[in-house]
Nanobody, 116 residues
Framework: QVQLVESGGGLVQAGGSLRLACAAS????????MAWYRQAPGKQRAWVAV???????NYADSVRGRFTISRDIAENTVYLQMDSLKPEDTAVYYC??????????WGQGTQVTVSS
């Protein structure tokens, strides 16, 4: 089993920045992909960004150019740098990881609130 622990959420004014971190516990299987999702009140959980064990990264259109996903493979940690935050970015942000057997893991979520 892999445990994911998110940190870095909080309250920020529009235009500000936050950096989320997700630390994964050590696992016998490699984590081939790590991603961030978010869920706003009354909405379904939505994908935000993904990074693989290689160099592939991708972003949802709504955050491309403002958010940056990165990964420290040695520390088993993924980051989400969020700049130029907007009120519509307010959501609970969840970390997701997929191991090389295709099993999904989720963190407990961290709240991000952007005030206007």
């Amino acid at each position: 089993q892999v445990q994911l622990v998110e940190s870095g959420g909080g309250l920020v004014q529009a235009g500000g920045s936050l950096r989320l971190a997700c630390a994964a516990s050590r696992n016998r299987f490699s984590l081939t992909q790590m991603a961030w999702y978010r869920q706003a009140p009354g909405k379904q959980r939505a994908w935000v960004a993904v990074i693989t064990s290689g160099v592939y990264r991708n972003y949802a259109d709504s955050v491309r150019g403002r958010f940056t996903i990165s990964r420290d493979i040695a520390e088993n940690t993924v980051y989400l740098q969020m700049d130029s935050l907007k009120p519509e970015d307010t959501a609970v942000y969840y970390c997701n990881a997929v191991d090389d057997l295709g099993k999904n893991y989720w963190g407990q979520g961290t709240q991000v609130t952007v005030s206007s």
